[in-house]
């Protein structure tokens, strides 16, 4: 929790030494949406795209800490994924096993810590075993804080954490009474993660296809054409540069 309160005091950050700059986004969602149709497009089968897509990744992680941002979740696989072809979703399950194998070293090396949310136990052995050594490998890191959302969907997270309440008032260990919005999210999957700022979502589709439901209450959304495997740090930065105008009231009034 120590985690949580550093983060929630942190804030979004500004850039200006006088606090006169431009506001950058503490916390980033992106939805990585499109590496289908990047494949499609060139005539080559879907993994092509994702493959693609997860080369992407480095290059926008490693551009956070310029940018200011000091969290970025990445929705890689949704609870919905299931449904697409076997060799799709067998296709994906290799890739994120790859990618996982590949680029810890590099990880640690530049002070990301990374963190896992979603259901772990439906996702496969193997896979779970590298995601717990890439948790632990970074444990230390103090730079940014990349969370991978795999088997995520944000109303199974409410299902599960809603249940883990649920068993916690029936030990006598939480008073039914006591529950407001500060006990849900302790039960979260992100219960040590500020709340996003701004969720981005990437090949014009404009839905939030069950992502980070709870968390997104205030969050700021860009919905932009760019396919993800054609997100570059410039295009991020750009994204960025569009929230420092946003003005974010949080249901009060201007001024
Ligand atoms: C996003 O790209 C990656 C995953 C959902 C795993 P898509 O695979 O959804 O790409 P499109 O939307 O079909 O183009
Ligand atoms: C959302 O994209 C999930 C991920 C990016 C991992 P989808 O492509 O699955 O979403 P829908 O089906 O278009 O809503
Ligand atoms: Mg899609």
Redesign the pocket.
């Given at each position: 929790m120590a985690d949580k309160a550093e983060a929630l005091t942190t804030g979004s950050d500004t850039d200006g030494a006088d606090g006169g700059g431009k506001a950058s986004p503490c916390h980033v969602a992106i939805?990585?949406?499109g590496n289908g149709r990047w494949a499609t497009m060139r005539g080559r089968p879907r993994l092509f795209g994702h493959h693609a897509g997860a080369r992407r990744v480095r290059e926008i992680v490693q551009a956070c800490p310029d940018l200011g941002v000091k969290y970025l979740t990445i929705?890689?696989?949704?609870t919905?994924?299931w449904k697409r072809t076997q060799i799709e979703v067998a296709g994906l399950m290799s890739l994120f096993r790859s990618y996982i194998r590949k680029e810890a070293r590099a990880l640690r090396d530049s002070n990301v810590r990374v963190r896992f949310i979603g259901d772990r136990p439906g996702l496969d052995q193997k896979l779970r075993e590298l995601m717990d050594e890439l948790e632990e490998m970074t444990e230390g890191c103090t730079g940014t804080n990349l969370t991978i959302a795999l088997n995520y969907g944000g109303r199974d997270e409410v299902a599960r954490a809603t249940k883990r309440l649920a068993h916690d008032v029936a030990a006598g260990r939480l008073d039914p009474e006591s529950v407001d919005e500060e006990t849900l999210p302790k039960y979260l999957d992100t219960c040590v993660l500020p709340d996003p700022d701004l969720v981005i979502r990437t090949s014009g589709?404009a839905?939030i296809?069950n992502?980070l439901l709870w968390q997104s209450a205030y969050a700021e959304y860009e919905f932009i054409d760019t396919l993800w495997p054609d997100f570059t740090k410039e295009v991020f930065a750009g994204v960025l540069e569009n929230f420092g105008s946003r003005d974010r009231r949080f249901g009060g009034a201007k001024g």
């Open positions: 939805i990585m949406d929705f890689g696989f949704s919905e994924n589709e839905r296809s992502f």
